[in-house]
């Protein structure tokens, strides 16, 4: 199996501090993919690391077949990534349309229709279309950091914490959600919400202090008691 | 940071006045004398800023009126009544008063406009004094100015000079002690985050209004230092240049440090003094004031923090490594 | 059982939009209370209106039977309403320990203390250093706050309301984005508050199995208003609530 | 800030000097008389300062032909940049006093500047020639015994243009700077041209940094004065906009003090107005003045010398003459005795010092300016030499 | 009635004029929050180098066209050496650009000399004509229509394109616009460039209209850029305009009316407008 992303040996520093010490793993073309890991263990450096909002010191970040560790950030998301900030990354002062209309790289049909698909799954962004971005509330705000990513094709989403927010109801559209993507473009996910994550993800990566230290299938780790209980503290 | 630590820091402090009290015995000319007295006198005016900017985070463009409201409460009184200690000391009392009146109804202000807004008003009312200065010329002397005398003691340079350490040292441990309290943390709190405090129990507006008024006072006092060293005034001293510079010597100094603002007070006089020199030495250096504008670029390209703020993150982290925050187990 | 904090009748509008609708409540002394509805309910905004960050546009609120309605954010924190936030809002550039520290003070009641330095008041640095061992961030006490991943920061805020240990903690999603092993330790801490200090407590969530198994009441805000209330038990039951927000037969309720 | 210069003439000159050996012993080395000299070098008053710097130093060699000495003593000249900065100057005042230990002070191109040093004269006790500051206050609230102007001072421009144009019934509104320096000139001109039986019909201040004078201007047209004295100072000025609102047209002449070169550039519109000025080079007819503008030329390709040059000029040969008074003394006492009354040679004819108030009564010039086609500028052309008597500003310092 | 229409157009004038001087500002320190001391140091240095040219070639058009292409340069310049370290941090704006407008100001007398330069406008736009009793200036008409257009164009370029979202969200959050695939280093100083432009394409329009430029000037009025952006609201073009015009208004009528105040009238007028509208005349949402 070819793989869209891999990363090998990946070591970065935030200013002083060094945060990922050895992350290596590789995410194939299509599917998904979920980083799992305590808070602080370096999973958000992780996707930042990869989209190049912090520099690659040690090893490579491969996308198809190029490296993009010394990348500037619009050139790596220029290349078919779209990015789901774990802060939502909302412009507060603009509407819920400016902040689309920000994102989208494009307007054309495919566009519009991507756009109705976008609202059919998040009424309440219709709703709210020309509010500011800054006025919505914690879940809506999820919701237009996810449709911003949505809007525009891309051949590999990161997803940071999706399901943070968001009403049951929601959580349960936003996995549909991701489960259609999945077919046309590759997730790498970072996901708290166990049952959410084992919905979606095909295969996971355990990130533990800067380190990824354990890897396999999404089916096997729902077994394996050990592993759960020694990184992720699941009984 | 345990009490063993600051107080070393402390006692270096007190060194350094100390060692300042022997310079004039050292340095006898007036002129330099002059320089340093100038260097007290906006170094106490530069930290009463860095209690607005440094340390609850409020930028005004027009701190200017209050170091003019000491300037002319002194001038004023020194001229209309005899100079001797006495009216120094009800110039003392004027200046302090206004800039407390002065500086609440501003703080107050500042519950209204944010950042920016703020700024801008302060350099309207900054701007009005001036022209109030400038109208009210009976009083004022207007744009041509007047002189006046000053106390016998304070016309010799050299108890000048200490008359002018010793404000700038009392000064600098009371609002060094003043923001090392309880009081000043709740300031840098609000300088970080102005929202979240009131959810914490306390009253933004009055820390505003209070920090304003302790600025507006030093910043009097600074004035009254002024107008005994320079004996004339006019209306430059509500220009806005002044607060420029002064805005100047606390960022190049490093906002939020106290004892920067004091650095960049000196730094900006001593280069000042000595680029401008340098235009006797050759023609070249006429155009000095290219030179002096480079220095500012370039403090920002490698004092990012300002010069002592710089400094002090660098030791920081240093000493943040070795308390080894994120052992590697 | 008499109730700590009762809200009458209140409404908020921003413009046309109404987010919170005459909801009138009352939440009972010593009890846990937990909030759920879907997103856009109201929920935060009825915080907002409990703690003072937004003002009514009618109704009023009373706190021990007198209304506060008026009264400002720092007044009520005074009184004894304590709230964390939902999006992260700490003090970025002091450190995590600071950031309790100021808590702590308040609590205390040094608010105007100019002249004394702050070192002299060792036991809110211990009382801020327990603080932080509670929610498990005690190794990143000189941290500047800014420095810390998300789940870090949510602990912090927690410490912080701790800090202020107000006779009513309302929480905003404590634990979003927590991570999992770490949520079980936050809410014992959360659930010992409540029964060791007798506290009030107002929780928001969307985690399902920790209403259920804390709360001893639940309240519903379907678009800005009280839709149901009663006890987990009850409420899972209640089909408009899982139609509108546990999901299951959802479909088009939502527009 | 800067205040005394453009619209209105200033300055006056004169020179003596000396060079004098007084001295028979060769050997000993010559006993030097220092003398510093603050002017605004940089900053928006540099044109002036410069001015005064290049006058002053022509002066000591016209006076010392070129020797630098005066009754057998070197004399050392050392110029400050005042920065037109109150505190600066004072710092390079006491520099020069204390460790340069200069006999005499000349200065400066502001007010401000100067009323910063002079009580410094008075302290150490050295004569301080003023030069060109024009507040009135210099030689009069703010007067004491070191204190001896050169220049001319506001009074004495407003005599003067209250001379070029006043007369029996003429109507007269004034246009100036709502600041000190408008408010002196314009009282000193309206008791001036009272004096001379002129009505003043309207009074109009504008703020001098202001973009936009056609309001001002549309309140003197409602006036309808015969003349329109307009005092000025400074880059910003109103000249283009009186143009424009065809104040001429309407029969309102202008008049106002001609100002330096690169400011009478502005005054293009105005060709034809009469009014007065302190200098321009073509002026004043006399020897000294001559060599001036030749060695002006000569040395500073081509430009012919401005405004205040023959202002600095006349200080440095006041100084020269005192001390060929003198004999060499540099004591101030003696100085000041005399000074006081003192007349000497300038550009600008002769010069005195009145006793009562130390300001050097001195020739202004009644002028209307002309297109010229050598110049990009309009130049002054004389009308007539106002005398030293006439333009004798009122005694302001008792 | 003649003296009230007299004094409204001169004071649009003015405040046209003034729009000019704020229409740079508005984008750099409106909508890019870059405190930009050093905006009348680009203000004087289109001022000097258009008038420079326009004397050198007789050529009105050459001197603006010389103007912006300073500008533009210029910008570049400040942009990519002096703003790019500092974006996002007000006080080491401060610093850096306060210092940077010294350089700008006295390398102005390096290049051109230190004095004063007269100027006055083409032959085709200079003097007046009466209209009743009441005298237009030409060259004033002449700023108004430019005004216009100015703001005109800008409107437009900012309601049909998305550069002006993309800026406000640049200044909101830069990391993230760049996650979009956007250069916004490249926008910035993109719009920097066209700020500086502005600035000095206003200084090089203000020169025949105040008859004379010199090295000072610059830092005058870019206060009453700064003036004018913060009271209009920070980032909107109308509310620049608007409050333009207003203090060109303020300006004739007090100096008519009201004299012994016209002294104060800017600051009197912006304490006014801030006390009843602390966020500008036009709120820009934040
Ligand atoms: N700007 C920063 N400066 C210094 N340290 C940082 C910074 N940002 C994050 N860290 C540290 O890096 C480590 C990893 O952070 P990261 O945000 O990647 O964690 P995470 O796995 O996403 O955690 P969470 O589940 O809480 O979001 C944490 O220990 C955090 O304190
Ligand atoms: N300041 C505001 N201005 C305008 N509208 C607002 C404001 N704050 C909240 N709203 C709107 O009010 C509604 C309720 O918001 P609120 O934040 O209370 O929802 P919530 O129930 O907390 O949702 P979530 O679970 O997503 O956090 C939302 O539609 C939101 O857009
Ligand atoms: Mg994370
Ligand atoms: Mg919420």
Redesign the interface.
């Known amino acids: 199996m070819s793989s869209l992303l891999k990363l090998n040996q990946v070591e970065a520093f935030?200013?002083k501090?060094h945060i990922l010490h050895d992350i290596s793993f590789e995410v194939p073309k299509g599917g998904a993919t979920v980083l799992l890991?305590?808070?602080?263990?370096g999973k958000?450096t992780t996707l930042r690391t990869i989209m190049g909002l912090n520099q690659v010191t040690k090893g490579s970040v491969t996308y198809k077949d190029t490296n993009i560790g010394n990348l500037h950030t619009h050139h790596i998301a220029n290349k078919g990534i779209g990015y789901v900030p774990?802060?939502q990354g909302i412009f507060g002062g603009l509407t819920v349309g400016e902040n689309m209309r920000v994102a989208m790289k494009k307007e054309d049909e495919t566009t519009t229709k991507r756009m109705e698909w976008i609202l059919e799954l998040f009424?309440?962004l219709k709703?709210?279309w020309n509010?500011p971005g800054g006025?919505?509330?914690?879940?809506?705000k999820?919701?237009l950091a996810i449709a911003r990513a949505y809007v525009n094709e891309n051949d590999l989403l990161l997803i940071d914490?999706p399901s943070?927010?968001?009403?049951?109801?929601?959580?349960?559209k936003v996995t549909e959600s991701i489960q259609q993507m999945k077919e046309q473009t590759t997730i790498l996910l970072v996901e708290?919400n166990?049952v959410m994550a084992s919905k979606i993800a095909d295969q996971f990566h355990i990130i533990d202090n800067g380190q990824t230290v354990h890897s396999g299938q999404m089916e096997d780790l729902k077994n394996d008691k050990v592993i759960m209980k020694k990184y992720?503290?699941?009984s | 940071?345990?009490?063993r630590n600051?107080d070393k820091i402390t006692w270096i402090y007190v060194a350094i006045s100390l060692l300042l009290f022997i310079v004039p015995f050292i340095v006898t000319g007036r002129s330099m004398q002059f320089i340093i007295i100038q260097i007290f006198i906006f170094g106490i005016f530069a930290m009463s800023y860095d209690i607005l900017l440094g340390f609850t985070g409020i930028i005004s463009f027009g701190h200017v009126m209050f170091f003019g409201i000491g300037s002319y409460s002194t001038a004023i009184v020194m001229d209309r009544l005899e100079p001797s200690i006495g009216s120094l000391l009800v110039a003392i009392v004027i200046a302090v008063t206004l800039a407390a009146i002065v500086s609440f109804i501003v703080g107050v202000l500042t519950l209204r406009l944010k950042s920016h807004f703020y700024a801008m008003l302060t350099l309207a009312l900054a701007g009005l004094f001036l022209v109030a200065a400038e109208k009210w010329r009976s009083v004022s002397g207007g744009n041509d100015g007047f002189t006046f005398g000053v106390p016998e003691f304070l016309r010799d340079s050299q108890n000048l000079y200490f008359v002018g350490l010793t404000a700038m040292v009392l000064i600098f441990f009371g609002l060094r002690?003043?923001t090392?309290?309880?009081?000043?943390?709740?300031l840098?709190?609000i300088r970080?985050?102005e929202?979240?405090?009131?959810?914490?129990?306390?009253?933004?507006l009055?820390y505003k209004v209070?920090a304003s008024i302790v600025s507006g006072v030093v910043a009097s006092l600074s004035g009254v230092l002024y107008m005994l060293s320079l004996r004339f005034v006019d209306t430059s001293v509500f220009a806005t240049d002044i607060t420029i510079d002064v805005l100047l010597m606390t960022i190049i100094g490093g906002v939020g440090t106290l004892i920067g603002p004091i650095v960049g007070a000196g730094l900006v006089e001593f280069a000042h003094h000595w680029l401008s020199g340098l235009s006797d030495v050759h023609w070249i250096f006429e155009r000095w004031i290219i030179l002096y504008g480079t220095v500012y670029i370039l403090v920002v390209i490698f004092f990012p923090l300002g010069i002592v703020g710089t400094i002090q993150s660098k030791l920081s982290t240093i000493g943040?490594k070795n308390?080894g925050?994120?052992a590697k187990k | 059982m008499t109730a700590i904090l009762e809200t009458k009748d209140l409404t908020i509008a921003?413009g046309g939009?109404i987010a919170v609708d005459s909801v009138s409540v009352q939440i009972p002394e010593k009890m846990f209370t937990s909030i759920?509805?879907?997103?856009?309910?109201g929920?935060?905004?009825f915080f907002n209106l409990l703690?003072g960050?937004l003002t009514p546009t009618k109704g009023s609120i009373y706190f021990k039977g007198n209304d506060i309605t008026k009264v400002?954010?720092?007044e009520r924190?005074?009184l004894g309403i304590?709230?964390s936030?939902?999006?992260t809002?700490?003090?970025?550039?002091?450190t995590v320990l600071?950031n309790v520290?100021?808590?702590v003070?308040?609590?205390a009641k040094?608010?105007?203390?100019?002249?004394?330095?702050?070192?002299h008041?060792k036991q809110f640095q211990n009382k801020a250093y327990e603080l932080l061992e509670k929610v498990f961030l005690e190794?990143?006490?000189?941290?500047l706050a800014v420095?810390?991943?998300?789940?870090?920061k949510r602990?912090l805020e927690i410490a912080?309301l701790l800090a202020?240990d107000t006779e009513v903690l309302l929480l905003d999603?404590p634990t979003?984005?927590?991570?999992?092993?770490?949520v079980p330790a936050i809410i014992e801490v959360i659930k010992n508050i409540k029964e060791q200090k007798e506290r009030t407590i107002v929780l928001i969530e969307?985690k399902?199995n920790m209403i259920m198994d804390m709360s001893d009441e639940v309240l519903v805000l379907f678009n800005g208003e009280l839709l149901a209330r009663g006890t987990p038990n009850e409420i899972i039951e209640n089909e408009a609530v899982q139609s509108?927000?546990?999901?299951g037969e959802?479909d088009e309720q939502?527009? | 800030d800067e205040e005394e210069t453009s619209g209105a003439p200033e300055d006056t000159e004169e020179t003596t000097d000396e060079t004098t050996e007084e001295t028979e012993g060769t050997e000993e080395p010559m006993e030097t008389v220092k003398i510093g000299v603050l002017a605004s070098l940089t900053g928006a008053l540099e044109a002036y300062g410069k001015q005064t710097q290049k006058g002053f130093e022509l002066g000591l060699d016209y006076a010392t032909d070129g020797t630098m000495e005066i009754e057998g003593k070197k004399i050392e000249v050392i110029f400050e940049d005042t920065e037109t900065d109150a505190t600066v100057a004072r710092q390079k005042a006491i520099g020069l006093l204390e460790d340069d230990e200069v006999d005499f002070l000349v200065g400066s191109s502001s007010s401000g500047d100067t009323l910063a040093v002079t009580p410094l004269a008075e302290e150490y006790e050295r004569i301080m020639v003023v030069e060109p500051a024009v507040a009135d206050s210099i030689t009069g609230s703010e007067y004491n015994d070191y204190i001896f102007r050169t220049g001319r001072s506001s009074s004495q421009d407003a005599v003067a243009a209250a001379a070029a144009i006043a007369g029996e019934g003429v109507e007269i509104a004034t246009l100036a700077p709502d600041y000190s320096f408008g408010h002196d000139g314009v009282s000193a001109f309206v008791t001036a041209a009272e004096d001379l039986g002129a009505d003043i019909v309207h009074e109009e201040y504008a703020d001098q940094a202001a973009t936009d004078f056609t309001a001002n201007i549309q309140k003197i047209i409602e006036a309808d004065p015969d003349y329109l004295f307009v005092v000025w100072a400074g880059a910003n000025s109103p000249w283009n906009q009186i143009a424009d609102m065809k104040l001429q047209e309407q029969g309102i002449k202008i008049t106002t003090g001609a100002p330096d070169i690169a400011a009478l550039a502005t005054m293009n519109d105005l060709v034809g107005m009469e009014g007065f000025t302190v200098y321009y080079h073509t002026l004043p007819d006399n020897e000294i003045n001559d060599w001036l503008v030749e060695e002006h030329t000569s040395r500073y390709d081509g430009d012919v010398p401005d405004l205040f040059t023959p202002g600095g000029m006349s200080a440095a040969l006041s100084i020269v003459e005192a001390l060929k008074q003198t004999g060499g003394d540099t004591n101030a006492d003696t100085l000041i005795e005399t000074m006081e009354g003192m007349s000497f040679e300038t550009p600008k004819g002769t010069m005195t010092f009145r006793p009562e108030d130390h300001q050097a009564l001195q020739s202004l010039y009644s002028i209307t300016l002309e297109e010229s086609d050598e110049h990009d500028y309009p130049i002054p052309v004389l009308n007539r030499v106002l005398t030293p008597e006439e333009t004798a500003p009122p005694i302001m310092n008792q | 009635m003649d003296l009230i229409f007299s004094l409204f157009i001169n004071g649009l004038a003015t405040g046209m004029l003034i729009f000019l001087l704020a229409a740079g500002l508005t984008l750099i320190f409106g909508l890019m929050h870059v405190l930009n001391f050093a905006h009348g140091g680009l203000f004087i240095w289109g001022a000097f180098a258009g008038v420079w040219s326009y004397h050198l070639s007789n050529s009105f058009v050459l001197g603006i066209g010389v103007a912006i292409v300073t500008g533009v340069l210029l910008g570049l310049i400040t942009e990519k050496l002096i703003i790019r370290p500092v974006y996002g941090n007000t006080i080491q704006q401060i610093l850096i650009t306060l210092g940077f407008m010294l350089v700008l100001q006295e390398m102005i007398k390096v290049v051109f000399g230190p004095d004063q330069k007269a100027v006055s406008p083409p032959e085709y736009l200079q003097s007046s004509f009466m209209l009743g009793d009441v005298i237009l200036i030409k060259y004033r008409l002449f700023i108004i229509a430019v005004g216009i257009l100015i703001f005109l164009i800008a409107t437009f370029i900012l309601k049909r394109t998305r550069i002006g979202l993309i800026v406000r969200a640049g200044v909101m959050d830069q990391e993230m616009v760049q996650s979009l695939g956007i250069n916004i280093k490249l926008v910035f100083m993109s719009v920097f460039m066209v700020g500086s432009a502005l600035a000095a394409l206003s200084g090089m329009l203000h020169a025949p209209y105040s008859g004379v430029i010199y090295a000072e000037m610059g830092l005058e009025f870019s206060i009453l850029a700064f003036i004018v952006v913060v009271i209009g609201g920070m980032g909107s073009f109308t509310g620049s305009l608007l409050a333009a015009i207003l203090v060109g208004l303020a300006q004739a009528f007090m100096a008519y009316y009201v004299p012994s105040l016209s002294l104060a009238v800017n600051m009197l007028l912006m304490v006014v407008v801030l006390i009843f509208r602390p966020q500008g005349l036009f709120k820009v949402k934040e």
């Open positions: 935030i200013q501090f890991g305590r808070n602080g263990a958000t774990e802060g009424p309440d709703k709210f509010k006025q919505l509330s914690g879940g809506q999820q919701m914490e943070k927010g968001l009403a049951p109801i929601i959580v349960d708290q166990f992720l503290g699941i | 940071m345990n009490l600051v002690r003043l090392s309290s309880p009081f000043g943390k709740v840098m709190a970080e985050n929202n979240r405090i009131e959810s914490l129990g306390y009253k933004v009055h209070i943040l308390n925050p994120r | 921003f939009h759920i509805g879907p997103n856009g309910a929920k935060t905004t703690s960050q400002s954010t720092t924190t005074r304590g709230r936030f939902q999006i809002n700490v003090f970025p550039n002091l600071e520290r100021l808590a003070q308040s609590e040094v608010r105007y203390q100019m002249i004394a330095h702050f070192l008041y190794e990143k006490k000189n941290h420095n810390l991943s998300h789940g870090e602990k912080m202020l999603e979003a984005g927590m991570s999992l092993e770490e969307h399902m509108a927000y546990l999901g959802y939502l527009t």
